[in-house]
């Protein structure tokens, strides 16, 4: 018997903010220590792969530098000079606090503000609860899917696509704006599983050659933003060639003659000079996918994460309509699963309790709502914050303006964390949480198709407790703890939203442990039709009255520069374009033993990763002077960042890319790279355009 099997194994689902939310085995030593942690073999998804960094995730629970007390600030905001507290202490002071400030400025002064550093739903959205009780300030979070879901809603209309399993059965598996082996391994699992049982082509795209575009047969380097312009040509070439799968196209898409004639421009010449890709590079590619029925479009989220996102999901997702590959299995585009699983959290969220009347602002703009009134919709200041599962000080756009928010001295800001975190460091009061092994939770799959359990595996040290907890008790003390969905367990909120699907109990899941919920073919394929009234795949976006997952409440109204979004698939330079004054585009791409600020606390993940470094092509570093390992300093209008570069020429000359979310302390000047990054929020629904920069480069003092 091997070691594994004698251990005693516990299981739970990855809390972290991934599409894959995969299926864990845990190895479990006592009643408060775990060891490795494995892929469930038996789930058909995760495949028994999992990422390295969780495959470590001992080396977050037992970590010695852990927040394990409440903590009260003692001088000045970011300081560093604490006093411990009492749990009941710090909560008390925390109610107080927002009662104070409500009493000043009304309940909108409060902001609840919270994201995906879980992705349970119970400890995730449970804050949404207090929110609604109290009628504090509403939260739109837009930091991540907006722009990809948004453009994925114009032309399928549907948030849900061919069962992500069938990459393995694929004969082209197009890898799309998603660094897979380092952001959601399993996407790797199935389209290497179609390689070598099938022979399939692997094609990744991608703005430089990483880990993903290592493992390719066709790696596609492109500029930044580039991503329509590609699409069009691709398509421009379907017609051309008779490629183009017409039956197909008459029957399920809106406006095929209209699309073919608005391509006639759109040329592999014209997109080479846009997006640095070579004419013969466009055309086979076109090629591939226009002579490869089964193929299998996985579009990710980093390439949406440009101010014309939106544009470029809308333009890759229409190449499947275009080829006709929805109608195979192993065909089609997909980019999210979050439609299909239709949980009710009304209790969880307390959203009958909504006042509709009470603003809402916008999670990405953190920094102008902490420091203008542009931000506030005509409501009062925020005074009074409540953080959980998001560390804004570091990963929030425009840190300089967050930074400055969270400083002000009549803010009074609680965060419940793991750790010391950049956010942490400038608080009033400091909780600590529990780890996902700690607590239970149920997670849905966006990247696949199951709901998973999480069920509570060890006990946490003494001190950390649940979000769950704190929402309670904050709910006590603030006088709403008697409103509908409070004074309920994790598991009761479980069972309820299991039962309202008819997907059983806490119980009953802990014994299955997850639960597959793909449509059927003909759903995730829209062989029944796409999601629009008439069924069709729109290629012409109704940019401004699509109905979409994240559309911002109508109080808000639309974002950006709606009136250039193009009538179809396009490319618009609404990005940030290269200039005389900031000549190189930077993107800040995902680090492979990070997970946005998350595992950089970790120290393999920490000497793995080890420095924050800009990789820059040969021919521009030496245009600079500069050597590899030499500090170079970045910068645009909102301020400057000092990097160590790194010398690589899997990158287009003018592009340059900082990867992983460093802490700001990493950084020599004590700030991170969000400094350079703009919280302007993009046409026409919103989020926030992370590899969307322009910048000026130096050899640093």
Known sequence: MNQHAKLRIGHSACPHDCPSTCALEVELLDSKRIGRVHGAKANSYTSGVICAKVARYADRVHHPDRLLKPLIRAGAKGEGTWKEASWEAALDLVAEKFIEAEAKYGSETVWPYYYAGTM?????????????AKKYSGFFGSICTNLAWTGWMMGAGALRGPDPREMAKSDCVVVWGTNAVVTQVNVMTHAIKARKERGAKIVVIDVYENATIKQADLGLVLKPGTDGALACAVMHVLFRDGMADRT??????????????????????????????????IETFARLVGTTKKTYFRLGYGFSRQRNGSVNMHAAASIAAVTGCWQYEGGGAFHSNSGIFKLNQELLEGTRMRDPAIRHLDHSRIGPVLTGADALYGGPPVTALLIQNTNPVNVAPEQRLVKQGFLRDDLFSCVHEQFMTDTAKLADVVLPATMFLEHDDVYKGGGNQHITLGPKLIDPPEGPRSNHFVIEELGKRLGVGDRPGFGMTEQQHIDIILGKRGLGSFSSLKEQKWVDLQPDFEAAHFIDGFGHTDGKFRFRADWTGQAAPNRPPKSMGLFGPVASLPEFPDHVDLIEVADEAHPFRLTTSPARNFLNSTFSETPVSKAKEGRPELLLHPDDAAAYGLANGDRVEIGNTRGEVVLHARLFDGIKRGVVVAEGIWPNSAHERGEGINVLTGADAPAPYGGAAFHDNKVWLRPAN
């Open 248 to 281: 197909y196209l008459e029957k399920y898409t809106d406006d095929p003659h209209g699309l073919e004639a608005h391509l006639q421009t759109r040329t592999p010449e014209w997109a080479a000079d846009i997006t640095g890709l070579s004419v013969d590079e």
């Open 120 to 132: 349970g739903l119970v400890q995730r959205d449970g804050i949404e609860r207090l929110r609604h």
